[in-house]
């Protein structure tokens, strides 16, 4: 059945902002708070998706701009409807391939996308190459495997009818979301003064139906399997997650969601 599912869509703006946008917003401004990093600096956001990072460092980070890169044309048309700041601009481009000089800027941001990139370690090369010396390198994935609890009850969900959706999960598919790995990146990057530290965040539903209706959007991995069901092996997939979220006696779901965050300085090797 897992065969089906293959063709993940990251394109629709609204429908990503109903299924992980909202929540990626709350981990974004704790992002930038702990990079703490000083005023008037050019920032770029790379594969800025719906804005969510780029929208946090013009509120927080006082840049002289931002720069938001992403591969999708419906990413970047909803970026630039929802943020309206004259120090931003959005372009089509992708992770591997960045479209800009050499040291031209000051940071290089990756908000919850460096997983989803064909060649991370290339993606960070990338980042590392447009930042100045000594400028920061710095990114944050989900934390599939434990920590973002509304995918992970999902993925169980859908693995304990469907042996095949095991090979869909994020967990699997994605080794670099974990803080050991992330860190191992960095430093086989290159990149010195490498900082982790783990970001989480509530993620509260009224219903089950507003934590259902997501999965309905087909924006992402699990969206997309869902989606691909036939109708009565999704309503299968639907009643077994319901009985595996912690309901509250009001009918309220209380969940949280955890990413891990890794930064790291590119040297200057002129010294």
Same mark, same amino acid.
């Given at each position: 059945?897992?065969?089906?599912?293959?063709?993940?869509?990251w394109?629709?703006?609204?429908?990503?902002?109903?299924?992980i946008?909202?929540?990626?917003?709350?981990?974004?401004?704790?992002f930038?708070?702990?990079?703490?990093?000083?005023?008037?600096?050019?920032w770029?956001?790379?594969?800025?998706?719906?804005?969510?990072?780029?929208?946090l460092?013009?509120?927080?980070?006082? %840049?002289?701009?931002v720069?938001?890169?992403?591969?999708?044309?419906?990413?970047?048309?909803c970026?630039?409807? =929802?943020?309206?700041?004259?120090?931003?601009?959005?372009?089509?481009?992708?992770?591997?391939? =960045? %479209?800009?000089?050499?040291?031209?800027?000051?940071?290089?941001?990756?908000g919850?996308?460096?997983?989803?990139?064909?060649?991370?370690?290339?993606?960070?090369?990338?980042?590392?190459?447009?930042?100045?010396?000594?400028?920061?390198?710095?990114?944050?994935?989900?934390?599939?495997?434990?920590?973002?609890?509304?995918i992970?009850?999902?993925?169980?969900?859908?693995?304990?009818?469907?042996?095949?959706?095991?090979? =869909?999960?994020?967990?699997?598919?994605?080794?670099?979301?974990?803080?050991?790995? =992330?860190?191992?990146?960095?430093?086989d990057?290159?990149?010195?003064?490498?900082?982790?530290?783990?970001?989480?965040?509530?993620?509260?539903?009224?219903s089950?139906?507003?934590?259902?209706?997501?999965?309905?959007?087909?924006?992402?991995?699990a969206?997309?399997?869902?989606?691909?069901?036939?109708?009565?092996?999704?309503?299968?997939?639907?009643?077994?997650?319901?009985?595996?979220? %912690?309901?509250?006696?009001?009918?309220?779901?209380?969940?949280?969601?955890?990413?891990?965050?890794?930064?790291?300085?590119?040297?200057?090797?002129?010294?």
């Amino acid at each position: 059945m897992a065969q089906q599912t293959r063709q993940e869509q990251w394109s629709l703006g609204d429908a990503y902002e109903q299924y992980i946008g909202r929540w990626s917003r709350l981990v974004a401004r704790r992002f930038v708070t702990w990079l703490a990093l000083p005023s008037g600096l050019r920032w770029l956001d790379v594969g800025c998706g719906t804005g969510a990072l780029t929208q946090l460092i013009l509120d927080t980070g006082a %840049p002289t701009a931002v720069l938001g890169v992403d591969p999708s044309e419906g990413f970047i048309a909803c970026a630039r409807r =929802l943020v309206n700041d004259e120090r931003a601009g959005f372009q089509l481009g992708a992770a591997q391939a =960045l %479209p800009l000089a050499d040291a031209s800027v000051d940071v290089a941001v990756c908000g919850l996308v460096l997983n989803f990139t064909p060649d991370p370690a290339r993606a960070l090369a990338e980042m590392a190459r447009v930042v100045r010396p000594g400028g920061t390198v710095a990114a944050y994935v989900w934390d599939y495997a434990r920590g973002m609890q509304m995918i992970r009850l999902f993925w169980d969900a859908a693995a304990a009818l469907d042996r095949d959706a095991m090979a =869909l999960d994020e967990a699997r598919r994605f080794p670099i979301c974990r803080r050991d790995a =992330l860190r191992a990146l960095w430093e086989d990057g290159g990149l010195v003064q490498i900082e982790c530290c783990e970001v989480a965040v509530p993620t509260p539903f009224r219903s089950f139906d507003e934590l259902w209706s997501p999965f309905l959007g087909g924006q992402g991995p699990a969206p997309a399997y869902c989606t691909a069901l036939a109708e009565d092996a999704r309503t299968a997939l639907h009643d077994r997650l319901q009985a595996m979220v %912690p309901l509250e006696p009001d009918g309220t779901i209380a969940l949280r969601a955890r990413a891990f965050a890794v930064l790291g300085v590119r040297p200057d090797l002129s010294n």
